[in-house]
Every structure is written in structure tokens, then in C-alpha cells.
């Protein structure tokens, strides 16, 4: 077994073993998917730059999650459309640490960020009067860097853990991204205390914080009813149902991939329920804000008629 451990220098993403007509199609669809998530986010970044009605606590956090998208995106899909291009494309293991530290810091973060913005929501609902009290800048900031940190440090403890395994099998990995539990397969040693982190860090980041935003939101919904003026009500509803899309989305996506049993769930599968996890959610993130949030859609009417006159 010593005799066999060698220094892994690479790794090899396998990607979607499918049919090479079929993978320049998807090369095609994805590629066109991965310019939308850029130009959605980018486009409510920008938004909340220019337009000084969207300097709020709320859009404050939006942008940070829409810094997330940005980076998610821009961590697994160029190598996915690399692997469409030319499969079983290898990936230095420096890189491949790299990559699975930056996948879970952003899944980390946005979880947290989710929070904070249910949290957000839950003042500005709930205690409207306290709002600008509670929700300083300084608390902003702070709440920000905190989910930012607590993310990063949890994907660093990850890593760390994964560097002490030795790799002295097949260095195929049946992925198109070095997703942590695909790259534990490939170890030839004992992964219990991995598969435990992972799984204390399940319940921390997401079952924690999906009951706090289930707290929050039943809050809400309590305060919303309660609310006597009719136009009071509807915007109260339109920008909370637009964070309950994103949340139920990001959430449901996630419990699925890392806390149901993987017996039901065949590689193959697991790959489609990544590919939504860390690609459509994204990309849908900026829709569903744009579509259901009165504010940001009348940001971009101004930004456009601005646009026009000029």
C-alpha cells in the first residue's frame, strides 16, 4: 500500500459521458446559459450602483448575492465547457483543491447571505419603526464580512482535510467540476472524518439556517397579514415571495445533493443535480429578483429611459 501511494501532480474530470454531437450541443446551450448569468448579475450589480433609491440595507445584500452567483458561475463552467470540448480534460491538483475550496466558500456564504437577507426582511416587516436603528451600515458591513469569513473558513477546513488523504488509485474523476464528495472517492484511505464534517457542516449551514429563514418568514407572514393598507401588503409580498423563490431553490437543491441518501441518486444524476445547483440557480437568481421585485424593475426602466434621452 506505501509502495503504491504516489504524488498525485493531476486529476482527470470525466464530465457527461455522452454522445459528442449531444456535448457540442449542450457546449452551445451552456455557453449561452453562462453569458445570461453574467449579463443578469452584472445587470443588478449595476442597478444598485447607479440607482441611489436601491442604497438600502436589502440591495446591499443583494449585491453580495449576486457576487456569488457571478463567482460560482465563473468557477465550474468554463472548466465544464472545456470538458464538453475536449473530455476527460486534465486539472492540476493544486487547481482541483483550489476549485473545491471556491465552489464550497460561495456555497457557504450564499447560505449565510440568505439568512442575514431573511433577517433583513424580518426588521423591516416586522419592526418598521426600529428599522433604520437596527439595520445601520455598520450592522450591514458587519453581517457581510462576517458571512464572508465564516464561509471561507468552513471551505478551509474542507480542504485541509482532503490535503491529509493520500491518492494512490485511479485519478478519473466522474465529475465535471472537483466537487468534494466525487474527489473523497478517489482517496485510499479511511474518509470517516471527512464524511463527518461534511456532514456536522450540513446541519450548521443548511439546516440551521433554513429553519432560522422559515422563523423569519412565518414572522412575516403573521406581520404581512396584520397590514390594514392594501398597497402596503402587495409590496411587502412582492419582495418577500422573489427571496422565498431564492431560497427554496438554493435550499431544496442542495439538501437534495448532500443530506438524501446517495443510494438514490446514480452518479449521473447527482452530475444534472449539481449542474442546477451551481448553474440555473444562478442564472435564475437575477430573474426571479427582476421579475418579482417592484424596485429593481423600476431601477431598470429609469436606467433604460436614461439611456434613451441620452
Known amino acids: ?38 449579463l443578469g448579475n452584472g445587470t ?9 433609491r436601491l442604497h438600502t440595507p436589502m440591495y446591499f445584500f443583494l449585491s453580495h448575492l449576486a457576487v456569488v452567483n457571478i463567482t460560482y458561475a ?40 440568505l439568512v442575514v437577507m431573511s433577517y433583513d426582511r424580518y426588521v423591516a416587516i416586522c419592526h418598521p419603526l426600529q428599522y433604520s436603528v437596527i439595520m445601520t451600515w455598520r450592522v450591514c458591513i458587519t453581517l457581510a464580512i462576517t458571512s464572508w469569513t465564516c464561509g471561507s473558513l468552513l471551505a478551509l477546513v474542507h480542504v485541509v482535510l482532503i490535503l491529509r488523504l493520500p491518492f494512490c488509485g485511479p485519478h478519473e ?24 464534517v461534511i456532514f456536522a457542516a450540513c446541519v450548521f449551514i443548511l439546516v440551521g439556517p ?14 404581512i397579514l396584520r397590514i390594514q393598507s392594501g398597497e402596503g401588503r402587495r409590496k411587502a409580498f412582492s419582495t418577500c415571495s422573489s427571496h ?9 437543491s442542495a ?28 442564472m435564475l437568481n437575477p430573474l426571479i429578483y427582476s421579475l418579482r421585485n ?9 436606467a433604460l429611459c436614461k439611456e434613451s434621452h441620452s
Open 1 to 38: 500500500m506505501v509502495k503504491n501511494q504516489t504524488m498525485v501532480t493531476e486529476f482527470l474530470l470525466l464530465g457527461f459521458l455522452l454522445d459528442p454531437r449531444i456535448q457540442m450541443l449542450l457546449f452551445g446551450l451552456f455557453s449561452l446559459f453562462y453569458v445570461f448569468t453574467l
Open 44 to 52: 443588478i450589480l449595476g442597478l444598485i450602483s447607479l440607482d441611489s
Open 74 to 113: 465563473c468557477n465550474t463552467v468554463p472548466q465544464m465547457l472545456v470538458n464538453l470540448l475536449h473530455p476527460a480534460k486534465p486539472i492540476s491538483f493544486a487547481g482541483c483543491m483550489m476549485q473545491t475550496f471556491l465552489f464550497l466558500s460561495f456555497g457557504h456564504s450564499e447560505c449565510l447571505l
Open 173 to 196: 474523476i466522474n465529475h465535471f467540476f472537483c466537487e468534494i464528495l466525487s474527489v473523497l472517492r478517489l482517496a485510499c484511505a479511511d474518509t470517516w472524518l471527512n464524511q463527518v
Open 210 to 223: 433554513l429553519c432560522l429563514v422559515l422563523v423569519s418568514y412565518s414572522c412575516i407572514l403573521v406581520a
Open 244 to 252: 422565498l423563490c431564492v431560497v427554496g431553490l438554493f435550499f431544496g
Open 255 to 282: 439538501i437534495v445533493m448532500y443530506m438524501a441518501p446517495k443510494s438514490r441518486h446514480p452518479e449521473e444524476l447527482q452530475k444534472v443535480l449539481f449542474l442546477f445547483y451551481s448553474f440555473f440557480n444562478p
Open 294 to 302: 417592484i424596485e429593481v424593475k423600476g431601477a431598470l426602466r429609469r
